[in-house]
């Protein structure tokens, strides 16, 4: 299959820290005595990028707790301390 372009971009959805790469190949005269081969993608996938989204969560859920006991310190009455 003779690929005529190749684009890599980034892919942004809801909730992504930095989103998503995306390749688009572009090819000519796919025909179906080709629709059997397969398309072998190959990629480098960095020991930090697989952390990163359990990081975020573990952030979120501590800074979660972290809020709640600073609001459950806070002096909310309307009458005078004896």
């Given at each position: 299959m003779p690929v005529i372009s190749s684009e890599v971009d980034i892919h942004r959805t809801f909730m992504d820290t930095i989103g998503r790469t995306t390749?688009?190949?572009?090819?000519?005269?796919?025909?179906?005595?080709?629709?059997?081969?397969?398309?072998?993608?190959?990629?480098?996938?960095?020991?930090?990028?697989?952390?990163?989204?359990?990081m975020v969560i573990?952030?979120?859920?501590?800074?979660?707790?972290g809020v709640s006991y600073l609001v459950r310190q806070l002096d909310i009455s309307i009458g005078r301390k004896a």
């Open positions: 390749l688009k190949l572009t090819a000519l005269n796919v025909v179906d005595d080709l629709r059997d081969r397969d398309v072998t993608v190959t990629y480098d996938y960095p020991l930090a990028a697989g952390f990163r989204k359990p573990f952030a979120s859920v501590l800074s979660i707790f």
